[in-house]
């Protein structure tokens, strides 16, 4: 056993991953944990044994790889209205850029490069995209970075659900960034086709 109580063999495939780049490859390679018998919120080690993920569980994968190579282990909740999901994603910066990380089925929501020189700029850029099945758009408030330091190290290989995370996360403060009264125009026709491929059969 080695760091955090991962494996010499689970952690030789970790560090090659030494860039968001490669990061971002891994998460994709991995199918989309449908949760078809019932919720979960995997640790990293229970992901890379199930080889299955969601966002929140990506997440929490991708935090840890980065953490690996020098980066901070910091996320951000992407809060939506109406009913519709909240969407996290991993923080990362580089040239003095912010860039995220990001777990999902779908052909929307996805990587975002180190271009943004504000996280607010980051958030912004997934907004036109975040919509419901009818058009609305929902992406309404996003979190300040979210460190996972604070939980220790057990949540790395812990075989239970770490839905402590989830709660603190999707409780943390959010900032609020549309304008009052503004009249939003649903995604059209081809924006919600679009929004319904997905990477892996459900």
Known sequence: MDMFGLTQKELAILQKLDTPQKIQDFLDSMP?????????????????????????????????????????????????????????????????????????NHAVLRYREPIYKTLRELVLSYFHEYFKDNGQKTLVAYSK????????????????????????????????????????RKADKIERKMGKIIEWKE
């Not at 044994?49 to 910091?74: D, N, P, T, V």
Request: aromatic content about 8%; charged content about 25%.
């Open 32 to 104: 989309t944990n449908n949760e078809k018998h019932g919720e979960t919120c995997m640790s990293p080690r229970k992901v890379l044994q199930e080889g299955k993920a969601h966002c929140m569980e990506g997440a929490m994968l991708g935090a840890y790889i980065l953490s690996l190579h020098g980066h901070k282990r910091q996320r951000l909740d992407l809060k939506g209205s109406r009913g519709d999901y909240d969407h996290v994603v991993v923080l990362f910066k580089q040239y003095g850029h912010w860039g995220a990380l990001s777990k999902t």
């Open 145 to 184: 970075p979210f460190r996972l330091d604070r939980f220790g190290k057990e949540w790395i290989t812990s075989q239970l659900d770490l839905w402590e995370i989830d709660r603190a996360l999707d409780r943390s403060q959010h900032m609020k960034f549309l304008p009052k009264g503004i009249h939003l």
